[in-house]
């Protein structure tokens, strides 16, 4: 599926509720035990992202460890914009199915509003708003029961320059239903409106879109997705429009924000002819302010815009300008040790391509030791395996864990490790960045290989 790409644009006039933006100057990472909005977990890793699969495609390529460490390892939303209503059930459950195996969080990017982009770059979407409820409505019944967080229309309020006063007024009615329907077939869903981004209607305008578009019935709003402004200036926004939906009668509204290319220079909207990018803040739910529940890679980093490139098409030069000379990861990853608080589905879980493991739940090894939990994504003729690595009561300075490959298995790349080999026994040992481990703390990697994946024994030795 070719994930589209939203333009963005620019006002011309901010009003004076829209705050002042500055280039982000680096990525700052929420440390542990600060506060956040409301919700908690680990986001979920898609392992058959474009990212992923091109990473393993091309091992020898000189861009890819660098696109590996700092993109392919790192959570992104699924985008659905394929106007499919006879299989987006199937295709959601699959995602939300696999996620959900994985204990983690999965974010999904919903763009099929009639009239998306306003017949720009990223045209397209439903032939009109009833089959969009229609497409809504299979969409919501693969969601399961679970946290999940979804990005419902990016531009749909943003961007109206296209609509008569009518179609503004259907559009906003189609939003306010598909955010009902979302809710009602998964109450646990966290539903987040268009709020464009701090350099584009001004903060007042932004609240009247969005109350017009039912945020009432959804959780907050998301900005910045597919830009550049600064993760601070964002912030600064965000609580303009929460103040401003307050005025309203509006409360309890939060913000995501889109930081996967906000790390480098401000400027105009399109990255394909524009190097001086940087990936922004790492993923997380762990955002250290209470108006904001995640930073998210809404717009996956390296797809194109649409200016040079075809938009929504992987392109590794732009995925490197983006990753190099960015810092490293967090040399841990955030605890999985709090699951979303929902009741586990009653139903089987979808098979579509869910893992065909569980991650076991093994307790850390006491003293100055790890333990090693693995997670595989099986598919026909290949897998994508996941691996955490947890200190015991001691950090540790350095790590190995050993697997056992089934015969005819290959592995055809790894992120965020060193693998001895590719078939047989073979060794993981950190890389740079990921040595130390705090104190019953995470870390992660993986890696994809062709074949059947390995069982869930795994052997891990500290130092």
Known sequence: MAILSPRRRRSAAVGVAAVAVTAAAGVAFAVGGASAGTVSGTLYRDPSSAVVRWVAANPGDSRAAVIRDKIASQPQARWFANFNPSTVQSEVSGFVGAANAAQQIPVL???EITNRDCGGASAGGAP????????VSNFA???????????????????QTCLSSGEINARNQALTTATQTIKSANPNAKVYLDGGHSTWNSAGETANRLRAAGVQYADGFFTNVSNFNSTSGEANFGRAVISALNGMGISG???VIDTSRNGGAAGDWCADDNTDRRIGQYPTTNTGDANIDAYLWVKPPGEADGCRYAAGS???DLAYSLANGAPNPPTTAPPTTTPPTTTPPTTTPPTTTPPTTVPPTTTPPTGNGCSASVSVNQWAGGFTTSVNVTAGSAAINGW???????????????????????????????????GRVGAGQSTNFGFQGTGTGPGATASCTAG
């Open 128 to 135: 009109d708003l009833n089959q969009y409820q229609t497409w």
């Open 141 to 159: 019944r693969g969601l399961g029961n679970q946290t999940v967080m979804i990005i419902l229309e990016t531009d749909s309020l943003a961007l």
């Open 253 to 255: 509204k939060r913000q």
């Open 314 to 316: 992987f392109q590794p």
């Open 400 to 434: 190995t864990v050993t697997l056992t490959l089934p015969g005819g298995t290959a592995i055809t790349g790894a992120w965020n490790a060193q693998a001895s080999g590719t078939s047989g026994t073979v060794r993981f040992t950190n890389v740079s960045y990921n």
């Open 109 to 111: 990017s919903v763009y």
